[in-house]
């Protein structure tokens, strides 16, 4: 035994795999604390930053590839509000591109296209088609919104044939446990 172990000791493995009071109630209040800074975050403060899910996002609405944009939004429904490091996302896109059914995706997912947030630069998404002279705002919105009901159907047809999946190799795994 070293002089600094007769000291301060090692702790035992119990100590080391209860946490003290102290520090349980220091993570407890820090928990609370993050909790609510990130809850009273409002859009405003929201975090501009390039994601790969907005890159293929950007990608599959650009290039009409309404199958990876249902995908993206499957895996990860919380991206319709995510936005990339200029301020946008995807219903910016949707106007930009002139693609009614990313539009009507943001739309099924809870999403508004009209909103007032805006980029970096100070534009909203539909001023992305406001002010392109090829654009007809009116008619993309409402194609839009008539696609979204579908778009929420399908999503929802996708999510049942996935619990079934689910439920379907659960059950599997369960008949090849052995007791």
């Known amino acids: 035994r070293t002089a600094a172990n007769s000291v301060f000791p090692p702790p035992s493995l119990d100590q080391l795999?209860?946490?003290?009071?102290?520090?349980?109630?220091?993570?407890?209040?820090?928990s609370?604390?993050?909790?609510?800074?990130?809850?009273?975050?409002?859009?405003?403060?929201?975090?501009?930053?390039?994601?790969?899910?907005?890159?293929?996002?950007?990608?599959?609405?650009?290039?009409?590839?309404n199958d990876a944009l249902d995908r993206l939004l499957d895996a990860s429904p919380a991206a319709i509000k995510a936005r990339s490091s200029d301020g946008r996302g995807l219903a910016w896109w949707?106007?930009?591109?002139?693609?009614?059914?990313?539009?009507?995706a943001v739309i099924a997912y809870g999403g508004d296209i009209l909103s007032a947030e805006e980029d970096l630069q100070g534009q909203t998404a539909v001023t992305m088609c406001t002010e392109n002279s090829d654009c007809n705002k009116d008619s993309l919105v409402e194609k839009a919104?008539?696609?979204?009901e579908d778009i929420k159907q399908r999503r929802a047809e996708r999510e049942k044939a996935k619990e079934e999946e689910d439920f379907d190799v659960d059950a599997d795994d369960a008949a090849d446990d052995e007791f």
């Open 94 to 104: 949707g106007f930009e591109f002139q693609n009614v059914y990313a539009l009507g």
């Open 17 to 30: 795999s209860s946490p003290r009071p102290f520090e349980a109630m220091f993570r407890l209040w820090f």
């Open 32 to 65: 609370v604390f993050a909790v609510y800074v990130l809850s009273a975050q409002s859009d405003d403060d929201a975090d501009f930053q390039d994601t790969s899910i907005l890159t293929s996002m950007w990608e599959a609405t650009n290039g009409g590839n």
């Open 145 to 148: 919104t008539a696609l979204a």
